[in-house]
């Protein structure tokens, strides 16, 4: 019997950081709201609609999201994504009033909508068999550690230094994911691929 040759863990370790990163943005909102509220002088209620505007924008461009890595590849839309969920971050961190903390949770989640389904397509084309398996239940742990680290991360700056030192640290953490996905193999866009416009905008 052939010997198993099983592919290297890197990629995922990539991924696992990816899904940690967009994880924790969510998880640093609930758990600063208060340090957000005083130093940004808003009500309660706005945090709240940062959180919903991000989940609306995620939840109404995914599937978009999801052809546009079909369209210009699975990689690329995972950089662009991971990208511009570290420029969403640098914007939360400077931000000084309430509409660019809305404007930051909005890019995220355009982001995080781009990036997810490129998480699943990774799996499939870099994994097989057990490891593709394996490297799922990694992602879920993945995100379920995300609450953990930023209940102690967060907890941890807002009390020492300021709750905007969590969102710059996520910029740092998207930096590097970006640079390491060069190391991963280029998964070729599919031909083809048409958006209906119209339709997303529809849809979303």
Not at 107 to 122: C, E, R, T
Not at 123 to 147: D, K, P, T, V
């Amino acid at each position: 019997m052939a010997a198993v040759i099983k592919a290297s863990w890197l990629p995922m370790v990539i991924i696992a950081l990816a899904q940690i990163q967009l994880g924790f943005n969510v998880n640093a909102l609930t758990i600063s709201m208060g340090a957000i509220v005083e130093d940004l002088q808003v009500p309660p209620a706005m945090v709240g609609t940062a959180l919903v505007v991000y989940s609306l924008a995620v939840a109404g461009l995914v599937m978009l999201g999801a052809k546009i890595g079909r369209m210009i590849g699975s990689r690329l839309a995972f950089q662009i994504g991971i990208a511009a969920q570290a420029a969403a971050m640098a914007v939360m961190a400077l931000a000084f009033n309430a509409e660019l903390m809305l404007l930051a949770q909005a890019i995220a989640g355009i982001a995080a909508a781009l990036a997810v389904p490129a998480f699943v397509v990774m799996i499939a084309n870099y994994y097989h068999a057990a490891q593709q398996e394996q490297s799922l239940g990694l992602l879920g742990a993945a995100q379920a550690s995300s609450s953990a680290l930023a209940f102690l991360v967060v907890g941890f700056m807002s009390m020492v230094v300021s709750w905007r030192w969590a969102f710059a640290m996520l910029v740092v953490v998207g930096a590097i994911i970006v640079i390491l996905s060069f190391r991963l193999e280029v998964i070729e866009p599919r031909k083809g691929i048409r958006i209906d416009w119209l339709g997303a905008i529809l849809a979303a």
